[in-house]
């Protein structure tokens, strides 16, 4: 019930294309979908972040796209750069006094931009 | 400081010797999580303390494992008797409070051979 599952592990897509990424969970506890970006040597950095109240979230290029009845939510990066290159997380995490920041973190997927 | 610090950033140590792990979180930050990753796994949640006490220890795998933190400040995470599968990257966050975006050191890079 804990667990947040990723797909796919590895993806390349061309410079400009549409890069996304999916995750699914079951905890309907879960309350708060980051997601997360981590590139070699350094440790994970907030990208976006989602709560089940809305259904889409967008940030410049990023968004997020949360199903709630499906328990699934993704993250699509319009117009793909190299500059993008890096292993992405999903996470989710439960609200309440146990700490709202328990992230459960899927399995990561390394993306890769060809020039 | 600018940013959530660790240190050492690498680590070799044989296996059985005991090994501390050291985290200075953003000034401020009441909230501070450990995390260990893997390779080529996602992040495993380890502690969560909120000031000095951890309400949470429910991530640590084993009774080798400790934490403390001190002045709301500084944390150390301790392995005993390290074995090669606790060789992976500890990761520490901290955040303002337990509601707020958390932000992640570069981590400690542990090797046991």
């Known amino acids: 019930q804990q667990q947040v599952k990723q797909s796919p592990q590895s993806l390349i897509v061309q410079k400009g294309g549409i890069s996304i990424i999916n995750c699914a969970y079951e905890n309907t506890a879960f309350d708060y979908f980051p997601w997360y970006q981590q590139f070699p040597g350094k440790g994970p950095a907030l990208l976006i972040a989602i709560r089940p109240d809305v259904s889409e979230k967008k940030e410049g290029r990023f968004t997020i796209s949360f199903n709630k009845s499906a328990k699934q939510f993704s993250l699509h990066i319009m117009d793909s750069q190299p500059g993008d290159s890096a292993t992405y997380f999903c996470a989710a995490s439960p609200s309440g006094e146990q700490g709202a920041q328990k992230l459960v973190f899927g399995q990561g997927t390394r993306l890769t931009i060809n020039p | 400081g600018a940013g959530v610090s660790q240190s050492p950033s690498n680590k070799v140590t044989e296996k059985g010797k005991d090994v501390e792990l050291r985290c200075d979180p953003i000034?401020?930050?009441?909230?501070l999580y450990w995390y260990r990753q893997r390779l080529g796994q996602g992040l495993e949640f380890l502690i969560y303390?909120?000031?000095?006490?951890?309400?949470?220890k429910s991530g640590l795998p084993s009774d080798r494992f400790s934490a403390e933190r001190t002045g709301e400040s500084v944390s150390t995470l301790t392995i005993q008797r390290t074995q090669q599968e606790d060789s992976a990257v500890y990761l520490c966050?901290?955040?303002?409070?337990?509601?707020?975006?958390?932000?992640f050191g570069q981590g400690t890079r542990l090797t046991v051979v």
């Open positions: 000034s401020g930050h009441t909230a």
């Open positions: 966050a901290s955040s303002v409070d337990r509601n707020t975006e958390a932000f």
């Open positions: 303390f909120q000031g000095n006490s951890a309400p949470d």
